[in-house]
């Protein structure tokens, strides 16, 4: 059993910032990629950031410059640094992972219950 749970979103202004936190719990063996996703109502889900075990990491273009995705791996925690936050970034935030479990020890993916991150004009 693996369980995701997203925690730090809020209602902020137009440039304000938020920072989301993801920390995975349960018989984890190694996560490999993580990421964060998100989901306007009426939109599809959209990867907005993720990030491999060893560092790389990869954007959506309408977020570069602007959010930060890291990761602490003793923690088994991935974050999610949003700065001069948008009205079109307004959706439910996502926590993804690709993991390793104890038993059985193959990768599978997980998602966390979404937080919700509302910026006002």
């Known amino acids: 059993q693996v369980q995701l749970v997203e925690s730090g979103g809020g209602l902020v202004q137009t440039g304000g910032t938020l920072r989301l936190s993801c920390a995975a719990s349960?018989?984890?063996?190694?996560?490999?990629?993580m990421g964060w996703y998100r989901q306007a109502p009426g939109n599809q889900r959209e990867l907005v950031a993720a990030?491999?075990?060893?560092?790389?990491?990869n954007y959506a273009d309408s977020v570069k410059g602007r959010f930060t995705i890291s990761r602490d791996n003793a923690k088994n925690t991935v974050y999610l640094q949003m700065n001069s936050l948008k009205p079109e970034d307004t959706a439910v935030y996502y926590c993804?992972?690709?993991?390793?479990?104890?038993?059985?020890?193959?990768?599978?993916?997980?998602w966390g219950q979404g937080t919700q991150v509302t910026v006002s004009s």
């Open positions: 993804n992972a690709d993991i390793n479990t104890i038993a059985p020890a193959y990768g599978k993916t997980y």
């Open positions: 349960g018989s984890i063996f190694r996560i490999n990629a």
């Open positions: 990030v491999t075990r060893i560092g790389s990491t």
